[in-house]
């Protein structure tokens, strides 16, 4: 039995579940009130706001909150942002975030994290990294660094969570299969991956 958190291995986007119903509904009686109870304490805050949710028979329910973008969650929402994230920066700064229109594209975005062996528990690092490279040469591939680090021109493990390998397709399918590409061209000592993305 695991105890607290434990960060995701694997992201989609668009999520099949959280819905406009559910949007509407984390809108009214979470995301607005936060926001005001901040204001009310007088913390008015600037920035990116995480809610931790968890989705249960009773409706949504924070776990965590973080004021910063969540991780693996951005690896497949900023892939289909159309809208420069700088203007919506600078309007946030100004206050004026109402007067830009912020729009999306409609492909899917999978990212499969490649993480250390043993992961979330205890794990060994130090490990080089070969693949990188090939993986990113399709230009619907990005492999995001987690736990690495660069020594002479060579990356190694050093972390739990190590790469994230996202792939932007038109349709779900698409972008699953174009992950695992990515991820069958990166290899390290020990590595481990959720092999069924798609299948649940």
Not at 99 to 115: H, K, L, Q, R, T
Not at 130 to 136: M, Q, V
Request: hydrophobic residues 35%; charged residues 30%; negative net charge.
């Amino acid at each position: 039995m695991t105890k607290g958190l434990i960060p995701e291995v694997w992201e989609r986007s668009p999520s099949r579940i959280y819905t406009e119903e559910i949007d509407k509904y984390c809108m009214e009686k979470i995301y607005k009130p936060t926001i005001e109870a901040m204001e009310k304490e007088g913390r008015k805050f600037k920035g990116v706001l995480y809610f931790g949710l968890i989705i249960t028979k009773d409706g949504p329910k924070v776990l965590e909150y973080n004021a910063r973008f969540g991780d693996p969650e951005t690896q497949v929402v900023l892939p289909r942002l159309n809208t420069d994230i700088i203007d919506i920066f600078d309007a946030i700064i100004d206050e004026r975030l109402d007067e830009i229109e912020i729009s999306w594209n409609d492909n899917a975005c999978v990212c499969v994290i490649m993480a250390s062996g043993g992961y979330p528990k205890e794990y060994k690092t130090g490990y080089e990294i070969s693949g990188i490279e090939d993986a990113e040469r399709d230009a619907n591939i990005v492999v995001f660094h987690a736990g690495t680090k660069r020594e002479d021109g060579k990356y190694y493990t050093a972390g739990g969570r190590v790469l994230g390998v996202t792939a932007m397709e038109s349709n779900l399918d698409q972008a699953i299969k174009k992950a695992y590409e990515g991820v069958g061209k990166i290899k390290f000592q020990d590595m481990h991956y959720r092999k069924d993305i798609g299948i649940k």
